[in-house]
C-alpha cells in the first residue's frame, strides 16, 4: 500500500493502494457484431467496440513482500526490528506477445511475490525485468507463457489533443478490472510534485486506488499513457487523474526487452529559469514562453550545440518547453547520442540548434566514497558529487559540493550528527569541491550542509 501527499489545495494518492486477495478478472463475453467506431455518433453509443479490443490486453497484479518495522512495544524491552507482510493491488498492461507486461513501479517495488491475472482468468507468476523509480514505470515478465498473448500498441506519435475521449482499464479496489471513460484534460503536466523529469497526461477519467499500472487508452484502441496518481482530498477520484505518456513508456520498455538493467536518461546540459510575464517583457517577448538559459554545463551537450546563457528555449524536437520539468522529460525520452533540434529565441529571433545528447558525466555509485581518516570529519564516506550522483539522488545536476557515502558508528563524525546522504556545501567559508577539503579540520570548523533540501549551518565542537 502506498499513498503520498502533496502540500497543495489536494493530497496526491498513488493509485496503487489497497489490499492483496484474490480478484476475478472481467466476467461476460463481448458481442462480435459490433466494430471500432468510426465516427463520434457511434462512440457516443457505446464503448463497447474498443473495450472488446484493448482489455484482453489489461492485467490485474497482486504482490506481496515483507517489511522489517519496529514495534515501540516491543523495542522497550530490547527487541529489535520485526517483519510483517504487505501486499499491493494494482494494475498492467502487455505490450509484448511473449509476456512483456508494464505496471507503475510503486505497485511492485519492495515485493517478492509478483501474481499476475489475465482478462479470461490465467493466472502467471512474475518477475520484474527492469524498474524506473524517476518515470515511475516497471517492466514484468510473465512465466512459463506458452502462447501469444494479447498486447496493446504503444502509441507514442503524441498526436492527442485535450478534449479527445479516453478509457481509463484497471483494478480498482482490486474488484476486478474496471472500464471508465472521460476526456484528455491536459497535456505535458510537469509541476505536479510527482517527478522531477515527467510530464504527465491529465484526465477526468475516474481513476481510483489500484487502477496504477493500468491502461489509456484512445479511441483507435492504442495504448497512450500509463495511469499512475491522482489528486484527491478522499483518496478517490475526484476528477484529476494523471497517466505517464507512451513515449516515456516506450522509452523503459525498449530499455528492458535490451538487457539494461537501467533506464539511462541522457541530458542536454542546461539549467534555466520559466519565462514569466516579467521577464518575458524584460527580453522583449510578445508572450510568456520557453525556458531562459540561466547556466551551461561546460563541454556539454548544449555547449557543444552553441546555446547561450541567456537564450530562451521554447521546444525540444518541435514539442513545446516551458519550464525544466518538461526540459528534462523530453531529453529523457530519447536515447543516449540521439541528436534533438532545441528551438531557442536568441535575441528575439527563433534559431533551431543541433544537440547531440549524451549521458550524464560522472560516476553514480555513492558507494565509491572514500573514507576521511583524519580530523573532526574522520570516520565519514564521502564523495565530491558529479552530474551523475547528484541526478541520481533526486538532486540538481549543476550542484557542487561533497555527499556523504555513510558515517562509521563511534568516530568524530557520528559525533557531530552527521548523515548519511547530507551534502557539505562549505568549510570555513569556502566552498567544498573535493573530499581532499575535509581532511585534517580542527575543532572549531564552521560547516554548512544541505540535509533533506535544508541549509544547516553549524561549528564542530
Given at each position: 500500500m502506498r499513498t503520498s501527499t502533496l502540500a497543495i489545495a489536494a493530497a496526491l494518492a498513488l493509485a496503487a493502494c489497497g489490499q492483496p486477495n484474490d480478484t476475478r478478472a472481467q466476467d461476460g463475453v463481448f458481442a462480435d457484431n459490433r466494430v471500432t467506431p468510426t465516427d463520434v455518433m457511434t462512440m457516443k453509443a457505446s464503448f463497447a467496440p474498443v473495450v472488446r479490443e484493448t482489455a484482453p490486453a489489461v492485467v490485474n497484479i497482486s504482490a506481496v513482500g515483507v517489511q522489517r518495522v519496529q514495534d515501540p512495544f516491543f523495542s522497550r524491552f530490547g527487541f529489535g526490528p520485526q517483519t510483517q507482510r504487505v501486499g499491493s493491488v494494482g494494475s498492467g498492461v502487455i505490450v509484448r506477445p511473449d509476456g512483456v507486461v508494464v505496471t507503475n513501479n510503486h505497485v511492485i517495488e519492495g515485493m517478492q511475490q509478483i501474481r499476475v491475472t489475465l482478462n479470461d482468468r490465467r493466472e502467471f507468476s512474475a518477475r520484474v525485468v527492469l524498474a524506473d523509480p524517476r518515470s515511475d514505470i516497471a517492466v514484468l515478465q510473465l512465466e512459463g507463457v506458452q502462447e501469444r498473448l494479447p498486447t496493446l500498441n504503444i502509441d507514442d506519435q503524441e498526436e492527442q489533443q485535450v478534449g479527445d475521449l479516453v478509457l481509463a482499464i484497471g483494478n480498482p479496489f482490486g474488484v476486478g478490472q474496471t472500464v471508465t471513460n472521460g476526456i484528455i484534460s491536459a497535456l505535458n503536466r510537469t509541476e505536479t510534485g510527482i517527478s522531477d523529469s515527467g510530464s504527465f497526461i491529465q484526465t477526468d477519467a475516474p481513476i481510483n486506488p489500484g487502477n496504477s499500472g493500468g491502461a489509456l487508452v484512445d479511441m483507435d484502441g492504442d495504448l497512450i499513457g500509463i495511469n499512475t496518481a491522482i489528486f484527491s482530498r478522499s483518496g478517490s477520484s475526484s476528477g484529476v487523474g494523471f497517466a505517464v505518456p507512451a513515449t516515456m513508456v516506450r522509452r523503459v520498455v525498449e530499455s528492458a526487452v535490451g538487457g539494461a538493467t537501467a533506464v539511462v536518461r541522457p541530458w542536454l546540459g542546461v539549467k534555466g529559469e520559466t519565462v514569466s510575464a516579467d521577464i518575458a517583457r524584460s527580453l522583449g517577448l510578445d508572450r510568456p514562453q520557453g525556458l531562459v538559459v540561466t547556466e551551461v554545463y561546460p563541454g556539454g551537450p548544449a555547449a557543444r550545440a552553441g546555446v547561450r546563457q541567456g537564450d530562451v528555449i521554447t521546444a525540444i524536437d518541435g514539442a513545446e518547453v516551458n519550464d525544466q520539468g518538461g526540459l528534462n522529460f523530453r531529453v529523457g525520452t530519447r536515447a543516449p547520442n540521439d541528436t534533438v533540434q532545441v528551438g531557442v529565441l536568441r535575441d528575439g529571433r527563433?534559431?533551431?540548434?543541433?544537440?547531440?545528447?549524451?549521458?550524464?558525466?560522472?560516476?553514480?555509485?555513492?558507494?565509491?566514497?572514500?573514507?576521511?581518516?583524519?580530523?573532526?570529519?574522520?570516520?565519514?564516506?564521502?564523495?565530491?558529487?558529479?552530474?551523475?550522483?547528484?541526478?541520481?539522488?533526486?538532486?540538481?545536476?549543476?550542484?557542487?559540493?561533497?555527499?556523504?557515502?555513510?558515517?562509521?558508528?563511534?568516530?568524530?563524525?557520528?559525533?557531530?550528527?552527521?548523515?548519511?546522504?547530507?551534502?557539505?556545501?562549505?568549510?570555513?567559508?569556502?566552498?567544498?569541491?573535493?573530499?581532499?577539503?575535509?581532511?585534517?579540520?580542527?575543532?572549531?570548523?564552521?560547516v554548512v550542509i544541505e540535509r533533506r533540501g535544508r541549509r544547516i549551518a553549524g561549528v564542530i565542537g
Amino acid at each position: 500500500m502506498r499513498t503520498s501527499t502533496l502540500a497543495i489545495a489536494a493530497a496526491l494518492a498513488l493509485a496503487a493502494c489497497g489490499q492483496p486477495n484474490d480478484t476475478r478478472a472481467q466476467d461476460g463475453v463481448f458481442a462480435d457484431n459490433r466494430v471500432t467506431p468510426t465516427d463520434v455518433m457511434t462512440m457516443k453509443a457505446s464503448f463497447a467496440p474498443v473495450v472488446r479490443e484493448t482489455a484482453p490486453a489489461v492485467v490485474n497484479i497482486s504482490a506481496v513482500g515483507v517489511q522489517r518495522v519496529q514495534d515501540p512495544f516491543f523495542s522497550r524491552f530490547g527487541f529489535g526490528p520485526q517483519t510483517q507482510r504487505v501486499g499491493s493491488v494494482g494494475s498492467g498492461v502487455i505490450v509484448r506477445p511473449d509476456g512483456v507486461v508494464v505496471t507503475n513501479n510503486h505497485v511492485i517495488e519492495g515485493m517478492q511475490q509478483i501474481r499476475v491475472t489475465l482478462n479470461d482468468r490465467r493466472e502467471f507468476s512474475a518477475r520484474v525485468v527492469l524498474a524506473d523509480p524517476r518515470s515511475d514505470i516497471a517492466v514484468l515478465q510473465l512465466e512459463g507463457v506458452q502462447e501469444r498473448l494479447p498486447t496493446l500498441n504503444i502509441d507514442d506519435q503524441e498526436e492527442q489533443q485535450v478534449g479527445d475521449l479516453v478509457l481509463a482499464i484497471g483494478n480498482p479496489f482490486g474488484v476486478g478490472q474496471t472500464v471508465t471513460n472521460g476526456i484528455i484534460s491536459a497535456l505535458n503536466r510537469t509541476e505536479t510534485g510527482i517527478s522531477d523529469s515527467g510530464s504527465f497526461i491529465q484526465t477526468d477519467a475516474p481513476i481510483n486506488p489500484g487502477n496504477s499500472g493500468g491502461a489509456l487508452v484512445d479511441m483507435d484502441g492504442d495504448l497512450i499513457g500509463i495511469n499512475t496518481a491522482i489528486f484527491s482530498r478522499s483518496g478517490s477520484s475526484s476528477g484529476v487523474g494523471f497517466a505517464v505518456p507512451a513515449t516515456m513508456v516506450r522509452r523503459v520498455v525498449e530499455s528492458a526487452v535490451g538487457g539494461a538493467t537501467a533506464v539511462v536518461r541522457p541530458w542536454l546540459g542546461v539549467k534555466g529559469e520559466t519565462v514569466s510575464a516579467d521577464i518575458a517583457r524584460s527580453l522583449g517577448l510578445d508572450r510568456p514562453q520557453g525556458l531562459v538559459v540561466t547556466e551551461v554545463y561546460p563541454g556539454g551537450p548544449a555547449a557543444r550545440a552553441g546555446v547561450r546563457q541567456g537564450d530562451v528555449i521554447t521546444a525540444i524536437d518541435g514539442a513545446e518547453v516551458n519550464d525544466q520539468g518538461g526540459l528534462n522529460f523530453r531529453v529523457g525520452t530519447r536515447a543516449p547520442n540521439d541528436t534533438v533540434q532545441v528551438g531557442v529565441l536568441r535575441d528575439g529571433r527563433p534559431e533551431t540548434l543541433n544537440a547531440r545528447v549524451q549521458p550524464l558525466p560522472g560516476d553514480a555509485d555513492i558507494d565509491r566514497a572514500t573514507i576521511i581518516r583524519s580530523g573532526v570529519l574522520s570516520g565519514a564516506q564521502a564523495l565530491a558529487l558529479n552530474p551523475a550522483l547528484a541526478d541520481s539522488l533526486g538532486g540538481d545536476p549543476f550542484a557542487t559540493g561533497v555527499i556523504v557515502g555513510g558515517v562509521q558508528r563511534g568516530s568524530y563524525a557520528a559525533r557531530t550528527g552527521l548523515q548519511r546522504g547530507d551534502i557539505i556545501l562549505a568549510v570555513n567559508g569556502r566552498p567544498v569541491t573535493s573530499v581532499e577539503q575535509l581532511a585534517d579540520l580542527g575543532r572549531g570548523s564552521e560547516v554548512v550542509i544541505e540535509r533533506r533540501g535544508r541549509r544547516i549551518a553549524g561549528v564542530i565542537g
